[in-house]
């Protein structure tokens, strides 16, 4: 029923480009693809202008395009970046993980009890040393993982419906666990010295994970297996593909995403773990995802998209922030470019099947079309 | 499309030029004011305190007044901090929902010669800060000690604590016990209710079968005053002969005053705290001395201007 309205939108749509040419289609979808970056250079300009023309001629001086603010932007929008790597790989997969927020939490929690257990504790021989810290980075992202293996395995092994259902599962799960971890919702403070300098060297993490997975996506073998389970997992797993493997891992990666953001952006930020941390950063990875062009069905989008979608996310809050705007319009804004991307998406698939539908009988009928 | 484009262009290049015009000003020393949230009644009363005081002085200062969607959001309020001192604050007023997440923070800052004062949540362990600028709550618990001795019709008083070791009901307790001294008020029980209002009823309700006529029932906040009245009214008991007091001051407190139920809820002086931090954050900013603690006072809200209040 909905498939039979969506095909009649798009049915209409097509008549009313009918009468573009195959040459000025191809333009405009090139446009559209790179729509998010567009979307990013405007934001920017827009905030340039507004915010930077404005102060040059009151004091003089530059905000945003300022070296202490861009450096400051960067750094905020590495967690929703880092989270928004591990989310595209989900969302490739036709999936969705709700519990990053609060994995979070969870795994920013134990890792710092532990060392507040464990190292602090004047009786322990323990300090903080080369091997205490890398214990201590390992249990983080372990935690991450294994809360992200048992959304995967149970999405998969336990035939769910959706990954919606255990990762929302998690969502309250991994939040509930990290309150109860924690002192009566009190924070554990004090982490190893290199972890607290992780915050100034949030952006080089994001470069090297985002490098990393675009070239484990294009180059390995695993990584094209996401995009094709993603795409049809029927044909996926006649083709032999490891279909359950495959969806399993990308939710351990997930996990392993959110800890990493855990790492920089809770524990390297502020020092300490807490069971507020992360708290709807789900919400916002998967915005960056989306605003990024990937597709909610599976089988399409990339990380330097993703990238761009948090970054514009970021900017936002940063601009509107310097634009002293109320914080609530951060979500209106947010909100609507949300709705702009979708729809970009949308017209590219109709141009996409308007210009298979032009070339096709042309290519092999010889007709002119 | 090209027409269009050039009208966007335009518009872009006039609109900031008449922003420009707006405030042609500088050299102003910026009062950055960072809140928890602005969505209660209390961050309410603060913020507008913060503006007007703000207003009053424009011609000294420039202010910026931010906050986080909700108290909850540590991150978002890191970031409103951050994206206001970045554009060159002379001083911060903050308010730190998470003070252990807010101190390495605020160490950059002072490192940097920033002053750096706190509003309503302190953060211990912090050398170098300016000031606390906040609900003093000994001071509270004496307010309600005098009130009670200067109106009560007799002696016996019984008081509800809050949770454990949280510092604010054991400093209104403390106050309240300095306040009766030398008086011939006597706190017979004082047990806790850990700020809550159903295990109030109970508590009261226990305490009732030990002192079956108490004159003066105080409690650390509002909620606890709020379950001894329903217990006081259970055990039969004539109002008018028992003073309930208790303390912040919330809607429901403020109107049962009103009703002629309670008799006292004793409020933070919210307009006056945000008044403050920009007042003090000014001073700081031009380097002038200002005290490392400033008690921000509190309201006496009874039957008198209850209807002020919201009652």
Same mark, same amino acid.
């Given at each position: 029923?909905?498939?039979?309205?969506?095909?009649?939108?798009?049915?209409?749509?097509?008549?009313?480009?009918?009468v573009?040419?195959?040459?000025?289609?191809?333009?405009?979808?090139?446009?559209?693809?790179?729509?998010?970056?567009?979307?990013?250079l405007?934001?920017?300009?827009?905030?340039?202008?507004?915010?930077?023309?404005?102060?040059?001629s009151?004091?003089?001086?530059?905000?945003?395009?300022?070296?202490?603010?861009?450096?400051?932007?960067?750094?905020?929008?590495?967690?929703?970046?880092?989270?928004?790597v591990?989310?595209?790989?989900?969302?490739?997969?036709?999936?969705?993980?709700?519990?990053?927020?609060? =994995?979070?939490?969870?795994?920013?929690?134990?890792?710092?009890?532990?060392?507040?257990?464990?190292?602090?504790?004047?009786?322990?021989?323990?300090?903080?040393?080369l091997?205490?810290?890398?214990?201590?980075?390992?249990?983080?992202?372990?935690?991450?993982?294994?809360?992200?293996?048992?959304?995967?395995?149970?999405?998969?092994?336990?035939?769910?419906?959706?990954?919606?259902?255990?990762?929302?599962?998690?969502?309250?799960?991994?939040?509930?666990?990290?309150?109860?971890?924690?002192?009566e919702?009190?924070?554990?403070?004090?982490?190893?010295?290199?972890?607290?300098?992780?915050?100034?060297?949030?952006?080089l993490?994001?470069?090297?994970?985002?490098?990393?997975?675009?070239?484990f996506?294009?180059?390995?073998?695993?990584?094209?297996?996401?995009?094709?389970?993603?795409?049809?997992?029927?044909?996926?797993?006649?083709?032999?593909?490891?279909?359950?493997?495959?969806?399993?891992?990308?939710?351990?990666?997930?996990? =392993?995403?959110?800890?990493?953001?855990?790492?920089?952006g809770?524990?390297?930020?502020?020092?300490?773990?807490? @069971?507020?941390?992360?708290?709807?950063?789900?919400l916002?990875?998967?915005?960056?995802?989306?605003?990024?062009?990937?597709?909610f069905?599976?089988?399409?989008?990339?990380?330097?998209n993703?990238l761009?979608g948090?970054?514009?996310?970021?900017?936002?809050?940063?601009?509107?922030?310097?634009?002293?705007?109320?914080?609530?319009?951060?979500?209106?804004?947010?909100?609507?470019?949300?709705? %702009?991307? *979708?729809?970009?998406d949308?017209?590219?698939?109709?141009?996409?099947?308007?210009?298979?539908?032009?070339?096709?009988?042309?290519?092999?009928?010889?007709?002119?079309? | 499309?090209?027409?269009?484009?050039?009208?966007?262009?335009?518009?872009?290049?006039?609109?900031?030029?008449?922003?420009?015009?707006?405030?042609?000003?500088?050299?102003?020393?910026?009062?950055?004011?960072?809140?928890?949230?602005?969505?209660?009644?209390?961050?309410?009363?603060?913020?507008?305190?913060?503006?007007?005081?703000? $207003?009053?002085?424009?011609?000294?200062?420039?202010?910026?007044?931010?906050? $986080?969607?909700?108290?909850?959001?540590?991150?978002?309020?890191?970031?409103?901090?951050?994206?206001c001192?970045?554009?060159?604050?002379?001083?911060?007023?903050?308010? @730190?929902?998470?003070?252990?997440?807010?101190r390495p923070?605020?160490?950059?800052?002072?490192?940097?010669?920033? @002053?750096?004062?706190?509003?309503?949540?302190?953060?211990?362990?912090?050398?170098?800060?300016?000031?606390?600028?906040?609900?003093?709550?000994?001071?509270?618990?004496?307010?309600?000690?005098?009130?009670?001795?200067?109106?009560?019709?007799?002696?016996?008083?019984?008081?509800?604590?809050?949770?454990?070791? %949280?510092?604010?009901?054991?400093?209104?307790?403390?106050?309240?016990?300095?306040?009766i001294?030398?008086?011939?008020?006597? %706190?017979?029980?004082?047990?806790?209710?850990?700020?809550?209002?159903?295990?109030?009823?109970?508590v009261?309700?226990?305490?009732?079968?030990? *002192?079956?006529?108490?004159?003066?029932?105080?409690?650390?906040?509002?909620?606890?005053?709020?379950?001894?009245?329903?217990?006081?009214?259970?055990?039969?008991?004539?109002?008018?002969?028992?003073?309930?007091?208790?303390?912040?001051?919330?809607?429901?407190?403020?109107?049962?005053?009103?009703?002629?139920?309670?008799d006292?809820?004793?409020?933070?002086?919210?307009?006056?705290?945000?008044?403050?931090?920009?007042?003090?954050?000014?001073?700081?900013?031009?380097?002038?001395?200002?005290?490392?603690?400033?008690?921000?006072?509190?309201?006496?809200?009874?039957?008198?201007?209850?209807?002020?209040?919201?009652?």
């Amino acid at each position: 029923m909905t498939e039979n309205i969506k095909d009649g939108m798009l049915k209409k749509r097509e008549t009313s480009m009918r009468v573009r040419s195959p040459a000025s289609l191809k333009k405009l979808l090139t446009l559209i693809r790179i729509g998010p970056l567009m979307i990013l250079l405007l934001i920017i300009v827009i905030f340039a202008l507004y915010i930077d023309l404005r102060s040059l001629s009151s004091s003089g001086r530059i905000i945003f395009l300022s070296a202490r603010n861009i450096s400051n932007v960067l750094t905020q929008s590495a967690t929703v970046s880092i989270l928004a790597v591990g989310m595209l790989l989900v969302i490739v997969t036709a999936g969705i993980d709700l519990s990053v927020g609060s =994995l979070m939490a969870i795994s920013s929690v134990v890792g710092a009890y532990w060392w507040s257990a464990v190292v602090l504790n004047p009786l322990s021989n323990w300090n903080d040393g080369l091997l205490s810290t890398l214990l201590f980075i390992l249990i983080v992202l372990a935690v991450g993982a294994g809360f992200g293996f048992i959304n995967g395995f149970a999405f998969v092994k336990g035939r769910m419906a959706h990954p919606f259902i255990p990762t929302l599962t998690m969502l309250f799960v991994g939040r509930g666990l990290a309150f109860l971890f924690s002192n009566e919702g009190g924070a554990y403070v004090g982490v190893p010295a290199f972890v607290g300098k992780l915050d100034d060297w949030a952006i080089l993490v994001v470069a090297l994970l985002v490098i990393a997975v675009h070239f484990f996506l294009k180059q390995v073998t695993w990584g094209r297996w996401i995009y094709a389970v993603g795409g049809n997992p029927d044909s996926a797993r006649r083709v032999g593909i490891k279909v359950d493997g495959v969806l399993i891992s990308v939710y351990v990666f997930s996990g =392993l995403c959110a800890a990493l953001a855990a790492l920089v952006g809770v524990l390297g930020r502020t020092h300490s773990g807490f @069971p507020n941390a992360g708290l709807n950063f789900e919400l916002r990875a998967i915005a960056a995802v989306i605003i990024g062009g990937a597709s909610f069905f599976g089988g399409r989008g990339n990380v330097i998209n993703a990238l761009i979608g948090a970054l514009i996310i970021a900017i936002i809050q940063n601009g509107l922030n310097l634009l002293n705007v109320q914080s609530h319009w951060e979500l209106v804004v947010t909100g609507l470019i949300i709705m %702009v991307a *979708v729809e970009l998406d949308v017209v590219r698939n109709v141009i996409e099947k308007r210009l298979q539908a032009l070339q096709a009988p042309s290519d092999e009928t010889g007709f002119e079309a | 499309m090209k027409r269009l484009f050039l009208i966007a262009m335009l518009l872009l290049m006039v609109l900031p030029a008449a922003f420009a015009a707006g405030d042609a000003e500088g050299g102003k020393p910026l009062i950055c004011f960072i809140m928890k949230a602005r969505n209660s009644q209390f961050w309410e009363g603060v913020a507008q305190g913060a503006e007007a005081a703000a $207003a009053e002085l424009s011609d000294e200062l420039d202010f910026i007044i931010d906050w $986080a969607p909700t108290e909850a959001d540590v991150d978002l309020q890191l970031n409103a901090m951050e994206d206001c001192v970045a554009q060159g604050a002379s001083a911060l007023a903050v308010a @730190p929902t998470a003070p252990d997440q807010f101190r390495p923070f605020l160490q950059d800052y002072i490192g940097e010669g920033l @002053p750096v004062l706190l509003v309503d949540t302190d953060v211990s362990d912090l050398p170098g800060k300016i000031s606390f600028v906040g609900t003093d709550n000994v001071t509270v618990g004496r307010l309600a000690a005098e009130y009670a001795i200067a109106n009560a019709g007799g002696n016996t008083a019984v008081f509800l604590e809050g949770m454990p070791g %949280v510092t604010s009901g054991d400093d209104r307790k403390e106050g309240f016990l300095a306040g009766i001294q030398g008086s011939a008020v006597t %706190v017979e029980r004082s047990l806790t209710a850990n700020w809550d209002r159903a295990q109030a009823v109970t508590v009261m309700e226990n305490i009732l079968q030990a *002192v079956p006529n108490p004159d003066i029932i105080m409690a650390a906040n509002d909620n606890m005053i709020l379950g001894a009245l329903e217990a006081v009214k259970n055990a039969g008991l004539d109002l008018d002969s028992v003073m309930l007091i208790g303390v912040d001051g919330n809607l429901d407190a403020v109107k049962s005053v009103c009703a002629g139920e309670l008799d006292l809820t004793v409020a933070q002086n919210t307009g006056g705290m945000g008044a403050l931090a920009v007042q003090e954050g000014l001073r700081a900013a031009r380097g002038e001395s200002v005290d490392i603690r400033i008690d921000t006072g509190a309201i006496l809200i009874d039957a008198s201007n209850c209807a002020d209040y919201g009652g």
